[in-house]
């Protein structure tokens, strides 16, 4: 799946055009889905109150946490390597078990396991992830690939102005570009 120029003119990011993209809001939208029909149906069966939700709140954040690894959008506000929506869900996901930790929902063990699961993944990542500014993750962090597409299109409009003249650009990471 790759976005085409009618994508474009209608407001999708131009350097993506003609990129075999992940489709994550297919994927997603279809992990809300099926966790909106459980929660549901749990609803339906009289489940004991606040269970549907609280089933909804860990299934969504779970998802919604692993799910930002591989969004490729800009824009998005991130502290600490990971996005609002990775640091809202590990939120969300604390104050359901410390919830049930309470008594004020319905106490699931698997909450608990999903909770720490992401948890231990974001520690995990966190850890892993090597400091060097020229590292995989941070070549290839949407805001960074915003940045190369900006220096080759600013290097091609300053070719098409003095023709035979090197023209080199620089991301934040010190990636020169020449053309």
């Known amino acids: 799946m ?7 003119a209608a407001g999708f990011t131009h350097y993506y055009a ?24 749990m609803i339906r069966r009289g489940s004991a109150p606040g269970e549907a939700f609280a089933w909804y709140v860990i299934v ?18 991130y502290a600490g390597g990971f996005s609002e929506a990775q640091w809202t869900s590990a939120l969300l996901m604390l104050i359901v078990v410390a919830g049930e930790a309470a008594g004020a929902l319905p106490f ?11 948890i231990v993944a974001w520690i995990a990542v966190a850890c892993l992830q090597p400091s060097s500014p020229l590292s995989r993750h941070r070549l290839l962090d949407p805001n960074h690939v915003s940045e190369i597409a900006q220096a080759l299109e600013a290097n091609d409009r300053a070719s098409d102005s003095a023709a035979g003249a090197v023209h080199i650009s620089r991301t934040s990471l010190g990636v020169q570009i020449s053309t």
């Not at 699931?108 to 999903?114: G, Q, R, S």
């Open 2 to 8: 790759s976005y085409s120029p009618q994508h474009v």
């Open 18 to 41: 003609g990129i075999r993209l992940l489709p994550i809001q297919i994927v997603e939208s279809i992990w809300v889905l099926v966790s909106v029909a459980v929660g549901t149906s």
């Open 60 to 77: 969504y954040d779970v998802g919604r946490f692993s799910f930002e690894f591989v969004r490729g959008d800009t824009g998005r506000p």
């Open 108 to 118: 699931h063990l698997w909450h608990w396991i999903a909770t720490a699961s992401v």
